[in-house]
């Protein structure tokens, strides 16, 4: 009689006891999980930067963290385990390293336009110099007046001009002029460009 009582009590025990257990996990199943501040200190606690998001989640059947940290020189995302802290899931993004493309893009640019600036300042400067060659050039072009060639020839030795006459000669223009002297016979050629003695050539007058 006393041990089917011991039994009824024990069995007692048991059944409210277990009723407690089931009644204490259904009404508190957070209680598993890691709270908010939990989870942030673990991931401070490995990572460094702000903590821009913190969500609690689920996937899979399992209570998951996910969280955004932004740092100095990079950004992590990253899903945690909601009981254990475990780390499931870590994207870490360089940003210093993306922000140093874009500035490398941007210098590339700048420096494209700078030497396109320079090759244009340089494209000008040759016109520019083409334009004064080419008015030097229709300078040099001009042909001396036929009166300054014989003013030329006769300063040079004067005398009677026999015979002047305008020739060309490989692609160069001359004046031919022929002096009498009071000695020689003088003949010249001058450049018709520049006004300079080419050539001279002299006869004295006793070899007639």
Same mark, same amino acid.
């Given at each position: 009689?006393?041990?089917?009582?011991?039994?009824?009590?024990?069995?007692?025990?048991?059944?409210?006891?277990?009723?407690?257990?089931?009644?204490?996990?259904?009404?508190?199943?957070?209680?598993?999980?890691?709270?908010?501040? &939990?989870?942030?200190?673990?991931?401070?606690?490995?990572? #460094?930067?702000?903590?821009?998001?913190?969500?609690?989640?689920?996937?899979?059947?399992?209570?998951?963290?996910?969280?955004?940290?932004?740092?100095?020189?990079?950004?992590?995302?990253?899903?945690?385990?909601?009981?254990?802290?475990?780390?499931?899931?870590?994207?870490?993004?360089?940003?210093?390293?993306?922000?140093?493309?874009?500035?490398?893009? &941007?210098?590339?640019?700048?420096?494209?336009?700078?030497?396109?600036?320079?090759?244009?300042?340089?494209?000008?400067?040759?016109?520019?110099?083409?334009?004064?060659?080419?008015?030097?050039?229709?300078?040099?072009?001009?042909?001396?007046?036929?009166?300054?060639?014989? #003013?030329?020839?006769?300063?040079? /030795?004067?005398?009677?001009?026999?015979?002047?006459?305008?020739?060309?000669?490989?692609?160069?223009?001359? /004046?031919?002029?022929?002096?009498?002297?009071?000695?020689?016979?003088?003949?010249?050629?001058?450049?018709? /460009?520049?006004?300079?003695?080419?050539?001279? #050539?002299?006869?004295?007058?006793?070899?007639?």
């Amino acid at each position: 009689m006393k041990n089917k009582l011991f039994f009824i009590i024990l069995t007692i025990i048991i059944v409210i006891g277990s009723v407690v257990a089931i009644y204490n996990f259904t009404s508190n199943p957070a209680s598993a999980y890691l709270s908010e501040e &939990e989870a942030k200190e673990k991931v401070s606690d490995q990572f #460094s930067g702000k903590i821009m998001e913190l969500e609690l989640d689920e996937e899979n059947n399992r209570k998951v963290y996910e969280v955004e940290i932004k740092g100095t020189d990079r950004d992590y995302e990253l899903k945690i385990d909601a009981e254990t802290g475990e780390i499931l899931l870590l994207n870490e993004k360089t940003g210093t390293l993306r922000d140093n493309s874009v500035a490398k893009e &941007e210098a590339a640019d700048d420096q494209d336009n700078t030497d396109q600036e320079d090759k244009n300042e340089t494209d000008n400067k040759d016109e520019q110099n083409e334009e004064t060659k080419q008015q030097s050039d229709n300078a040099n072009n001009t042909l001396i007046s036929a009166e300054e060639a014989r #003013s030329i020839a006769t300063d040079q /030795y004067p005398g009677t001009i026999t015979d002047f006459e305008q020739d060309e000669d490989d692609g160069r223009y001359l /004046y031919e002029i022929e002096i009498r002297t009071n000695t020689h016979e003088v003949d010249l050629e001058i450049d018709a /460009y520049t006004g300079s003695i080419i050539s001279i #050539s002299k006869d004295d007058l006793d070899d007639d």
